[in-house]
């Protein structure tokens, strides 16, 4: 698992596996999933991350 913050975008990122992103969902404002092939989560990408509580 990797785990990265970028405070300019204000943007966390964990990164679960190494596996291929295939697709991305948005499931609800400012997160973001990703998946593989196999339709395993992959990552996770939250948006205004600072804002969340």
Do not use: H, W
Request: include cysteine; proline fraction near 4%.
């Amino acid at each position: 698992m990797k785990i990265e913050y970028d405070p300019e975008a204000d943007a966390l990122y964990v990164r679960l596996t190494d596996s291929k992103i295939i697709e991305s969902e948005e499931i609800q404002p400012g997160i973001v999933l990703d998946f593989d092939a196999a339709g395993k989560m992959v990552a996770v990408e939250v948006l205004n991350a600072s804002k969340c509580r």
